[in-house]
């Protein structure tokens, strides 16, 4: 069988670069590095100083977001710099991910956008994750000061439950940004209340509430209500999942009531 060269673009973010690929166990793996700081102030000392760059001796494995429905991961080795004046060494920060995790940014902001409508113990199937870093990854968007860039045009949102442990019967608001094809995730606020509505519509200026034309809510009574106070030119729309849900739920009681009658 003849083999041939295959060009894929994959998308980086600024700074990062692509220096090797291969396949490894039904997963794509890319060998990156990225840009380092030209100067560095020392966590122990305060000393500012030319970066003294040496390389652990290890590679590690970070998830990515997934390629032609597979895992990816980046592997690199963490760049050290060592002070010159304590001789403090400290592990120079990624630009890709946060400190202590072994996934991206962006993977992390996946997750966070496949749990709209759905439960951590889905998502941690789908992704192949444990459940404990699914709710490892909601905790800390739960706790992040996530802000809005006050120029940006939003003209339609969602508001979704997340059960974050049925069994003791946790929840936290999801509200995301529905104006353009790609759902994005904009705020997200522990609690299924009025509190924790408001807590995300606060993330808006009042000047982004007044853009606002349309918001998709479940059937309860707490996010239209919030809605029609806080979002004055916005009109409600039910989503389709939770209407098919309530029809199928009443279809369920009367075949159960006319079958016992029979």
Same mark, same amino acid.
């Given at each position: ?7 894929? %673009? ?14 490894? /166990? ?7 590095? @990225? ?16 970066? /003294? #760059? ?18 990816? @991961? ?21 630009? @890709? ?16 956008? /496949? ?16 459940? !404990? ?11 992040? !000061?996530?802000? #809005? ?11 979704? !439950? ?32 009025? /509190? ?13 509430? %007044? %853009? ?37 739920? #009443? ?12």
């Amino acid at each position: 069988m003849n083999s041939m060269p295959v060009e894929v %673009q994959v998308d980086v973010p600024e700074g990062v670069a692509i220096r090797g690929y291969e396949r490894h /166990q039904g997963a794509h793996v890319f060998e990156v590095d @990225f840009e380092l700081p030209e100067r560095y102030s020392c966590s122990k000392c305060g000393c500012v100083s030319e970066a /003294q #760059i040496r390389y652990k001796n290890e590679v590690l494995a970070i998830r990515d977001l997934d390629l032609f429905g597979q895992p990816s @991961f980046w592997v690199y080795q963490p760049p050290m710099h060592q002070c010159p004046r304590c001789r403090q060494r400290t592990q120079v920060a990624t630009p @890709f991910k946060r400190p202590h995790v072994t996934y991206t940014y962006r993977f992390e902001q996946y997750v966070l956008e /496949q749990l709209v409508g759905t439960s951590v113990e889905d998502v941690a199937r789908r992704v192949s994750l444990s459940a !404990e870093t699914v709710e490892y990854i909601l905790e800390h968007q739960l706790l992040a !000061e996530r802000q #809005i860039p006050p120029e940006r045009e939003i003209t339609s949102l969602g508001f979704d !439950e997340l059960s974050l442990k049925k069994r003791h019967k946790l929840y936290a608001t999801i509200m995301t940004d529905l104006s353009d094809e790609h759902p994005r995730v904009l705020a997200v606020a522990r609690g299924r209340d009025r /509190q924790a509505t408001e807590a995300c519509l606060a993330k808006l200026s009042p000047q982004q509430r %007044q %853009q606002v034309r349309s918001h998709r809510t479940d059937m309860s009574a707490v996010y239209p209500q919030v809605c029609s106070e806080l979002l004055p030119n916005s009109q409600l729309v039910l989503d389709r999942f939770h209407v098919a849900q309530q029809l199928g739920r #009443i279809v369920d009681r009367v075949r159960k009531k006319h079958g016992s009658i029979s």
